[in-house]
């Protein structure tokens, strides 16, 4: 049964300019529930994450403590463990929890039926490519 | 003369229209209807009573022919329209009526999604949309024999149960973890799967289907990891598409589905499109609820007016008899919602509540669901509830009362369930003593009844009995809970999963009633270790509840990259091992080659998708994990012993290789380090170790609790034996009494401090049968346990862990 709606992020505006471009990166089935996987990009490597519950949210795979890869973490809720010191990040904001202080850049991501994509800066994948 | 309305599908959508507008507009328009399937208007969501035998075709019926007789409606039976001419203004079916239109309504509904995997054109393969599926499957139960269904959403589970109703075995095959994964979140899920297994229904989850076998009619299905399972019937139920093709080829805008703005309007603007098909504000829906709403819409803009449609919440129900179920809205988690959960193990019962800003969104009742209306219209009117917030949950007759009962737990126990293990103390027996005899403390009901008064892990639960037996005036002593998901603490947690045979994270997280729905970083790896070890043949480890260093099996260090570190036996090496290493080093360019603290080498910083090449080397070499980044056993030093020493008494390095061989792969609370030491020299440091040898010429002197981490501590003598199979012996055994007792994370040391260090002796040393149970136990785990996690990977096993999902860019494409 199709019943579930389509979480667009928040980005939808990125789809018509902005030098943003959405980027195909595989299938939500590619990550395992309550985990993560890399992608890789020019700007350094983003961390993918899968809830429970089938939500996916991108963000800069690099803890804002001591750069900790955030993906290899424990995936509970909205929020991952950082696997070198614990601090927990909120998946959806990017910031630190608790009594902790700090915050990563999350990246737009758009989930259609399953195929996953990022916005990506086109502008700075030009530069990088030369 | 008189506007002619044509619609293409007889399906519920434009049924609801047609009497919308008949009763609005009585006479507005001539209308026409084309029907694909031979017969009128249905209630299509009444179809699995009609499967399960509740129900006759007669009884669902919405529309008999006299409706559309008296409301003057031409209805075209199984004339499937083929193509609409729009400069025309026509439409024409296959078997050669055309009709033109002023208006016309596309509601074509949905077609069921066939998975293309060989075999899926057999005879004997069938979908679940219309009366003659449901034909073709009552077809199959009077041949009997196997059905196995495809998808366990709603579909497939109703699907399921009619069949099994009708007297089939069946089968559901799923490929996510858990079932009804869109409407349901995991611990609802689990309570599903367990009912529908009580009806007789077995589920098999995260299961590809590979092919259809079968000759001339199907036969059966082969899975992706290779499982045959024999029937007569597949009944596909893995989603449906919205049937949007028809509309396509006539130039009318679609996307998944037929693209309709607030009117229902299409990019024509004499063309509508309603129910299943149309695509409303990017969404397709697949429930009557919405399409309903839709339709009055529609029918009200054929009169002329101006209403607009705005999209609607859903809600799902499951139709299978006995089983109340119920979710609606949007149940994600996220850092701006909160959640209310309210477990009844006893009674079966799962509620979740998500809230936004003091607004539910979203809903899963699961056991108990009268209240699922109040909720859903909440959800719909975006109800502030602040004023109700605590006692929101127990729903709308909820009249005040009680905080939750923290002994409900343990009150649904059987009397016959086993309390203390280490002196079989059951319930029955707690309860009636503490009676009986009038106990009232708990020294009273250790001397009387020998329940926690050994290892005293189950203190907690005996606690719980004497607060059921002797009401508030019973005061327990505070446990620390295991963390702010649950209120039970680690020792009741293990018992517990024990006695009520938990045999899953979320059987144990909705048996204990946890008041978070996926746990958290504390409590899932501890679950996980308290299953794989009481476990051991039937859980299934879950890796997404271990940390990264035991998911990937090495060391992440400071900079991402991880360290690796075969094992080198008791310490020993040899020159073919060495150079298998220094070519590794070399081939992968490895920054740093160290020995270690435990008589070892670590190859450090290399990159994660090096891993599982840098491991297919060192294994060709004969090398297996080492387990450096393990709860679990560790290193065991030893010295050089009789064969080299002039003052080794016994074979120091052989002993050390025989248990580090015997006990390898093993899962402990925390870390397990042994050593021994070929005489009381010491000199593999056997005295500071969580169990250590010295051997003596009398034989060996058995160690433990030793520590020279965080704390420094000497260790404790177990006892001396005489030979080394009794060495061995004891020492397994020893290990075993402590992964079933300590706490997660909890070193040996700390253990035997908190359970005593006699009561440890008298079992293991002064305990015979105790002994050989437990080391039978540690035996019979290490059957599952003693596999090279680095080979199972090498052979591609957890292959996503180790490639980045994507690489991005032109800069990397280029490689
Ligand atoms: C590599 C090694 C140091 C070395 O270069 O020699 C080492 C390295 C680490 N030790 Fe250790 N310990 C190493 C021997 C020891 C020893 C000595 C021994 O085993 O004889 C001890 C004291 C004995 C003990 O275990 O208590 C030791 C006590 C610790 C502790 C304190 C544990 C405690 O309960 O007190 C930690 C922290 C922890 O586990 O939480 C720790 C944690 C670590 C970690 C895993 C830190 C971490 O979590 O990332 C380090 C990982 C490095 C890596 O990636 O390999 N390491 N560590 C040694 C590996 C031994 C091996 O071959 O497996
Ligand atoms: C077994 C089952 C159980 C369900 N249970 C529930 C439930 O519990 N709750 C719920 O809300 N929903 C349920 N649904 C979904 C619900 O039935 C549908 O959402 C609803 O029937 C869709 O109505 P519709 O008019 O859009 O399409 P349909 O009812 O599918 O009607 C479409 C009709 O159009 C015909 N057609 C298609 N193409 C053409 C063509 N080219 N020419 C002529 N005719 C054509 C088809 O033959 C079909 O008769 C269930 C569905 C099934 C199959
Ligand atoms: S003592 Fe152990 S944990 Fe501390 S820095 Fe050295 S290796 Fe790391
Ligand atoms: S780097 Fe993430 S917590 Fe330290």
């Given at each position: ?130 | ?191 599903l799967e367990k009912a529908l297994n009580d009806r007789g229904i077995e589920i098999i989850t995260k299961a590809n289907t590979k092919r259809i076998v079968g000759e001339d009619k199907v ?197 016959d369930a086993e309390i203390c293990g280490c002196n079989g103390v059951c319930k029955s027996k707690i309860v009636g003593t503490i009676t009986a005899k009038g106990l009232t403390s708990l ?346 996690p680095w080979s199972e990977r090498v052979s591609g096993k957890d292959k996503h862990e180790f490639k980045p999902m994507a690489v991005v860019g032109m800069a990397e494409a280029a490689e």
């Amino acid at each position: 049964m199709e019943t579930k709606t389509i979480r667009e992020g928040d980005a939808a505006g990125f789809e018509s300019g902005f030098g943003m471009n959405w980027v195909d990166i595989g299938t939500i089935h590619d990550i395992p529930l309550r985990g993560a996987r890399c992608v890789r990009t020019p700007q350094g490597r983003i961390a993918v994450f899968r809830t429970a519950d089938d939500q996916v949210f991108a963000m800069e795979d690099r803890c804002p403590h001591k750069a900790g890869p955030l993906s290899q973490g424990i995936v509970h809720g909205t929020s991952v463990t950082c696997p070198l010191h614990n601090m927990v990040i909120s998946l959806e904001t990017g910031k630190a929890l608790g009594a902790d202080e700090g915050e990563v850049r999350t990246i737009p991501i758009r989930n259609r039926d399953g195929l996953l994509s990022i916005a990506v800066d086109t502008l700075s994948l030009l530069v990088a490519a030369e | 003369m008189k506007q002619k309305l044509v619609i293409i599908g007889n399906g519920m959508a434009p049924g609801r229209m047609l009497e919308e507008l008949f009763e609005q507009a009585p006479g507005l328009y001539d209308v026409v209807i084309f029907n694909a399937e031979p017969r009128v208007n249905y209630d299509r969501i009444m179809l699995s009573p009609v499967l399960s035998g509740e129900k006759l075709y007669e009884d669902i019926v919405i529309h008999g022919d006299d409706w559309y007789a008296r409301h003057g409606v031409t209805l075209h039976k199984g004339a499937k329209v083929t193509g609409i001419d729009r400069a025309a203004k026509t439409v024409t079916s296959a078997n050669g009526v055309t009709e033109s239109y002023d208006k016309l309504v596309i509601a074509t509904g949905s077609l069921p999604f066939i998975i293309p995997v060989p075999g899926h054109a057999l005879p004997g393969v069938l979908a679940y949309r219309d009366l003659d599926d449901v034909e073709k499957m009552l077809d199959a139960t009077r041949r009997g024999g196997r059905a196995i269904v495809i998808g366990a959403g709603l579909l497939g589970l109703e699907a399921a149960y009619g069949l099994k109703r009708q007297g089939m075995d069946v089968t559901v095959i799923h490929i996510m973890p858990t079932i009804m994964e869109r409407q349901l979140d995991p611990p609802a899920a689990y309570l599903l799967e367990k009912a529908l297994n009580d009806r007789g229904i077995e589920i098999i989850t995260k299961a590809n289907t590979k092919r259809i076998v079968g000759e001339d009619k199907v036969e059966g299905i082969e899975l992706e990891d290779g499982r045959v399972i024999e029937g007569t019937i597949v009944v596909m139920a893995v989603g449906i598409r919205p049937a949007a093709q028809l509309a396509k080829e006539a130039g009318v805008v679609t996307n998944r589905g037929i693209v309709v703005d607030d009117g229902m309007m299409t990019s024509d603007g004499s063309i509508y499109a309603l129910g299943e098909c149309a695509e409303h504000r990017g969404v397709c829906y697949g429930l009557v609820a919405p399409l309903y709403e839709s339709a009055k819409t529609l029918a009200d803009r054929l009169i002329g007016g101006a209403s607009e449609y705005r999209g609607s919440v859903v809600n799902t129900k499951l139709k299978v008899t006995g089983i109340n179920l119920f979710s609606a809205g949007d149940f994600a988690e996220g850092e701006d919602r909160e959640e209310i959960v309210l477990r009844d193990a006893t009674a079966g019962v799962y509620k979740r509540l998500v809230l936004k800003d003091n607004r539910i969104v979203g809903a899963v009742l699961y056991g108990e669901t009268a209240d699922g209306a109040w909720f859903f219209d909440m959800i719909k009117r975006g109800t502030d509830i602040s004023e109700m917030r605590d006692t929101l949950i127990f729903g709308q007759a909820y009249q005040g009362g009680s905080p939750l009962d923290p002994t409900a737990a343990v009150a649904a126990l059987p009397d016959d369930a086993e309390i203390c293990g280490c002196n079989g103390v059951c319930k029955s027996k707690i309860v009636g003593t503490i009676t009986a005899k009038g106990l009232t403390s708990l020294d009273d009901v250790r001397a009387h009844t020998k329940a926690s008064a050994s290892c005293g892990s189950c203190t907690g639960l005996v606690e719980q009995l004497m607060v059921l037996t002797l009401g508030d005036s019973y005061n327990p002593s505070a446990v620390q809970p295991m963390c702010t998901c649950t209120e039970l603490g680690h020792d009741d947690v293990r018992r517990l999963i024990v006695a009520k045979g938990l045999k899953t994270i979320p059987a144990v997280m909705q048996e204990l009633e946890w008041k978070t729905s996926c746990g958290c970083a504390k409590c899932r790896p501890a679950l996980n270790y308290y299953l794989v070890c009481d476990w051991p043949d039937e859980y299934a480890d879950d890796y997404q509840s271990r940390f990264i260093n035991e998911r990937v099996h090495a060391n992440i260090q400071k900079d991402g990259t991880y360290s690796v570190v075969p094992r080198m036996w008791g310490g020993v090496t040899n020159a073919g091992e060495l150079r298998a290493i220094a070519d590794v080093v070399d081939k992968f360019e490895i920054p740093m080659v160290k020995v270690t603290g435990g008589q070892r080498i670590d190859l450090l910083g290399i990159h994660k998708e090096d891993l599982p090449a840098v491991w297919a080397d060192l294994g060709k070499a004969g090398f297996v994990s080492g387990q450096a980044y393990a709860k679990g056993l560790r290193t065991v030093k030893t010295c050089v012993g009789t064969d080299w020493c002039r003052f080794g008494t016994q074979d120091s390095t052989g002993l050390g290789i025989r248990l580090e061989k015997f006990m390898w792969g093993s899962w402990t609370p925390a870390k397990l380090k042994l050593a021994v030491s070929g005489c009381p020299r010491n000199c593999a440091e056997a005295t500071c170790k969580d169990i250590g040898v010295i051997c003596v010429d009398s034989g060996y002197e058995i160690h433990f609790a030793g520590a020279a981490g965080l704390d420094i501590k000497g260790t404790e003598v177990l006892g001396l034996v005489a030979t080394e199979d009794d060495a061995l012996e004891h020492i397994v055994a020893l290990a075993q009494m402590y992964r079933e007792q300590g706490r997660y994370l909890e070193r040996i040391y700390k253990w035997a401090k908190r359970v005593g260090l006699d009561e440890i002796r008298r079992q293991i040393m002064g305990d015979a049968e105790k002994r050989k149970g437990y080391f039978d136990r540690f035996v019979f785990s290490q059957t599952f346990a003693q596999v090279d996690p680095w080979s199972e990977r090498v052979s591609g096993k957890d292959k996503h862990e180790f490639k980045p999902m994507a690489v991005v860019g032109m800069a990397e494409a280029a490689e």
